[in-house]
T-cell receptor, first 110, second 112 residues
């Protein structure tokens, strides 16, 4: 399972765009990149998943360069409620155990 | 539709007691995972079921931990003779084939 590296924490203000970059140099051919969001006292919530190029849903966008050794989660116009821990994971998520790091603690201020 | 549910949400046990934590996965989900999350850390894998078969239990920390999923749906994580170091949030996740894993709210276990 590929190891991921992401910033420990980030600060932002309401209305700004936040980009969290994750590096995964040893990603395997079959691996997908998945991001989860976790609020205190809740289980991780699936945000977005991608394999290559760009994926967008109603919550976020995921940018993956051609070499797939990194990825960037983009949250447009964050609000206070986006304050949470964000985890980047790589793997064949449906069948494989997920290996979480410590994640990125995002703090959104007014 | 309904998500993954777990019960109880909170459990306080005296050291040495046995506890049973329940997970109801999303209907039709083949895969079921248990994770343990210590305060301030990311979740750590405990065990994995595909239908009723326990395919991976490499993350169970000791033989006091036991999980089952006898009919391929509901799963129970049992911890015997609880110790203080077992205090954590226990998360259950389920998935359908290659889809992402969807997590329940967790059970917070406090061993006193």
């Amino acid at each position: 399972l590929a190891k991921t590296t992401q910033p420990i924490s980030m600060d932002s203000y309401e209305g700004q765009e936040v980009n969290i970059t994750c590096s995964h140099n040893n990603i395997a051919t079959n691996d997908y990149i998945t991001w989860y969001q976790q609020f205190p006292s809740q289980g991780p919530r699936f945000i977005i998943q991608g394999y290559k190029t760009k994926v967008t849903n109603e919550v976020a966008s995921l940018f993956i360069p051609a070499d797939r050794k990194s990825s960037t989660l983009s949250l447009p116009r964050v609000s206070l409620s986006d304050t949470a821990v964000y985890y980047c994971l790589v793997g064949d998520t449906g069948f494989q155990k997920l290996v979480f790091g410590t994640g990125t603690r995002l703090l959104v201020s007014p | 539709g309904a998500g993954v549910s777990q019960s109880p949400r909170y459990k306080v046990a005296k050291r040495g007691q046995d506890v049973a934590l329940r997970c109801d996965p999303i209907s039709g989900h083949v895969s079921l995972f248990w994770y343990q999350q210590a305060l301030g850390q990311g979740p750590e894998f405990l065990t994995y079921f595909q239908n009723e078969a326990q395919l991976d239990k490499s993350g169970l920390p000791s033989d006091r931990f036991f999980a089952e999923r006898p009919e391929g749906s509901v799963s129970t994580l049992k911890i015997q003779r609880t110790q203080q170091e077992d205090s954590a949030v226990y998360l259950c996740a389920s998935s359908y084939t290659k889809d992402p894993q969807y997590f329940g709210p967790g059970t917070r276990l406090t061993v006193t």
